[in-house]
Every structure is written in structure tokens, then in C-alpha cells.
């Protein structure tokens, strides 16, 4: 059982900037694909940006140009840099992380706030 612990979230207004962090309980090298979901009240979860092993990269379209998604193999971390935050990024985000013959792991959530 992978563990994912997530941390960042918090209460920012619009046009700011906040930073997600999740750290595995195992190596980050270890984890094929690493991603950030979300799910706003009432609403379906989505993915708003996910990375590979090899470092390839794919945001949501309503996140592009905004959010960069980042692994620092070093500091077996990942990071969800967030700019330009919009009212309709506010959502729980969750960090996943999916490992061949192994599965995907979700981690708690960490709730943002943007506010108007």
C-alpha cells in the first residue's frame, strides 16, 4: 500500500498562486505515472494534470498555461504549481499515483479556496 501525503492547500484569492506538494511513502522512481485530480462540490472528479516516469506531461485544458505539474526525484516529491487561480479552481485535489502490477493509489485530498 502506497501512501500519498498531500500538503499546500489552503485559502487564496483570485489571481493568486498556491503550491501542492505530495509525497510517496515509496521511491518516486518506482511510480509510472503521477497525477492531480480534483472535485468541486456537486460535481464530477477530474484530472487536471498528470506526468510520467519519463517526465511527459498532459493538463486539463482548463488548467493550461496556469498549472505546471513538476517531480523532483531528488526530494520524492511531487508539486502542482498553481497561478492565475480562478474562483473555478476551488475543489479538493487529490494526488494518485499508479505503479504496473501494482495499481493506482489515491491520496486524502487537500481542499482550495479561491476566492472572488
Known amino acids: 500500500q502506497v501512501q500519498l501525503a498531500e500538503s499546500g492547500g489552503g485559502l487564496v484569492q483570485a489571481g493568486g498562486s498556491l503550491r501542492l506538494s505530495c509525497a510517496p511513502s515509496e521511491t518516486i522512481l518506482s511510480i509510472n505515472r503521477m497525477a492531480w485530480y480534483r472535485q468541486a462540490p456537486g460535481k464530477q472528479r477530474e484530472l487536471v494534470a498528470e506526468i510520467t516516469s519519463g517526465a511527459s506531461t498532459n493538463y486539463a485544458d482548463s488548467v493550461k498555461g496556469r498549472f505546471i505539474i513538476s517531480r523532483d526525484n531528488a526530494k520524492n516529491t511531487l508539486y502542482l504549481q498553481m497561478n492565475s487561480l480562478k474562483p473555478e479552481d476551488t475543489a479538493v485535489y487529490f494526488c494518485?499515483?499508479?505503479?504496473?502490477?501494482?495499481?493506482?493509489?489515491w491520496g486524502q485530498g487537500t481542499q482550495v479556496t479561491v476566492s472572488s
Open positions: 494518485t499515483a499508479y505503479m504496473e502490477r501494482r495499481g493506482l493509489y
